[in-house]
């Protein structure tokens, strides 16, 4: 086995791209191991782990672009390389218009005066440097980043408020903005909803099942998860709905979060309450009581929340949903539930969106006796190794745990394939759940990725005796170039069921334990 070891001085990349590219090298021919990335202490550990950290490596700095590269022979290697140099060039050049190239956000404020907009996609320690010069260049900072402190994050939050600005995160995946996607957004039609959200993926959902719903989406505005807690006070929430408020194309207004502190929520609601606009309130498993005696529009669900903003949209009212609003086909379910033997009792998620995730533990939590999943905040449900389901069980893939050094599950969803058939293989599941993301962002054919590992399964699970059922959720719109129809084509020729919303295909699912009786779980 032959080794390549390069260190590029001072030749910086964002991480998504290099790691996209590792995993694109990793599948050529003669390849045994490829780790494109940058010489970040923690990414010279991963090099040393896999004992290819050497040479010229270890001195390397973290603006520094390590390369190695383990193949059968050099002439391999160097043809690896060659590849990898084409692929840099190809996503540096981006087409046949080059693109203009700044170092810092003062440099690209003074070339362009009109920029209002900073997305901001750097390490964690060096984010909130960079988000402090954009908002002090009087533009509006979406802040991808992670690992940005609770002290940062509020201090940000407040210059924007003074400014009159938006901070959009930290850890902010989301935003449509005049039409524009930013980051994972989704192709929907422009109209009269407008949206806050804490959530990623749940904007997602309300966003495409509104324009699913024949509306469309003024404007969308992500604002971190960590903004409705009671350090950061729900800042960007209450000036992204004074914005929408403000907004003329904006008739419908739609929030959208986990609960919130208490008193955070009753900030919150009492500026909704001056709202003049209807205001549809989703806390994703939350109660309706903490909108008691305001004028909120209770949400029962993501998926109820587009529901209702739509029948705002038309003049009308809607009572809050307790289920799936998409018919369940009865019939459907009461044959796949035949065709599981008596120890297949459980349903096992495996989700690539964080929200979508926490909602189908939340709908599952209210059907079934026990659920366990890696990012409940409910002790009795925590998962206590996330590499092993247990019970019920729906696991979030985009967690840290699954992600270090790898790109999130919605751009690279092979990360799901193998644990796929690893659940497929426990003679106890009875149901997987999966998600699929389309739109920018995300991977360009996400059942396509993940249907030979589905196969797999099946016929592993067959050669037991046994077989198991796939739901799959697919997220997009007619508009998102995936090809919506393509990506539910692909799944359901190979046997998988498809849902229309992310709730319903849990639905699906708690029907299937219940036609079949689950042993008395459900």
């Not at 996503?91 to 997305?119: F, H, M, W």
């Not at 009875?430 to 396509?448: R, T």
């Amino acid at each position: 086995m032959a080794e390549l070891l390069l260190c590029q001085k001072d030749a910086y990349y964002d991480s998504v791209t290099l790691m996209t590219l590792s995993n694109k090298l990793k599948k050529l021919e003669g390849v045994s191991n490829a780790v494109v990335s940058m010489g970040t202490p923690m990414n010279k550990e991963l090099l040393q782990n896999i004992g290819l950290l050497q040479g010229e490596l270890e001195e390397a700095g973290p603006n520094d672009l390590l390369i190695a590269i383990e193949a059968e022979t050099e002439e391999r290697c160097r043809a690896v390389h060659e590849e990898m140099e084409r692929l840099l060039c190809e996503k540096k050049g981006g087409g046949t218009q080059q693109a203009a190239v700044y170092r810092t956000i003062s440099e690209a404020k003074n070339a362009l005066p009109d920029l209002n907009l900073a997305v901001i996609s750097v390490k964690g320690e060096f984010a909130a440097r960079e988000a402090r010069e954009a908002l002090k260049r009087d533009m509006h900072v979406m802040l991808f980043s992670d690992n940005v402190t609770v002290a940062q994050e509020l201090e940000l939050k407040s210059m924007a408020h003074e400014k009159g600005l938006l901070v959009m995160g930290p850890d902010c995946g989301t935003a449509i903005l005049g039409g524009a996607g930013l980051c994972f957004a989704n192709a929907v039609r422009r109209g009269g909803v407008g949206l806050v959200a804490a959530s990623g993926t749940g904007l997602q959902e309300v966003c495409v099942l509104v324009d699913r719903l024949g509306q469309g989406v003024s404007q969308a505005i992500g604002t971190g998860g960590r903004d409705l807690s009671a350090e950061i006070g729900g800042i960007m929430m209450l000036d992204g709905l004074r914005l929408l408020e403000e907004d003329p194309e904006t008739r419908v207004i739609v929030l959208i979060s986990k609960p919130p502190v208490r008193e955070v929520a009753e900030k919150i609601l009492a500026k909704v309450s001056a709202c003049t606009k209807p205001v549809v309130v989703c806390f994703i498993s939350g109660t309706p009581d903490l909108l008691k005696g305001t004028k909120a529009v209770y949400a029962a669900s993501l998926e109820d929340a587009a529901f209702q903003a739509a029948a705002l949209m038309e003049g009308k009212t809607a009572a809050p949903a307790a289920g799936t609003a998409f018919p369940i086909d009865g019939e459907a379910m009461a044959a796949a539930a035949a065709g599981l033997k008596p120890e297949q009792k459980y349903i096992r998620g495996l989700y690539c969106g964080g929200t979508l995730a926490a909602e189908a533990v939340a709908e599952c939590g209210k059907a079934l006796s026990e659920v366990f999943s890696n990012v409940s905040k409910k002790p009795e449900q925590h998962l206590d190794d996330p590499m092993r389901s247990r019970g019920n069980c729906v696991i979030d893939l985009g967690d840290d745990v699954f992600t270090v050094g790898r790109p999130h599950p919605m751009i690279e969803p092979e990360l799901r394939c193998g644990r796929i058939i690893q659940e497929a293989e426990d003679p106890e599941t009875a149901v997987i759940l999966m998600d699929f993301e389309l739109g920018y962002g995300s991977n360009a054919d996400p059942a396509g990725v993940t249907i030979g590992a589905v196969q797999k399964a099946r016929q592993r699970s067959a050669a037991q005796g046994r077989d198991v059922v796939f739901i799959g959720y697919i997220q997009g719109t007619q508009g998102d170039f995936q090809d919506i129809e393509k990506q539910r084509r692909t799944l359901e020729e190979n046997g998988v069921l498809t849902a229309q919303s992310n709730l319903h295909a849990v639905s699906m699912a708690l029907r299937i334990l219940a036609e079949k009786g689950a042993g008395g779980h459900v």
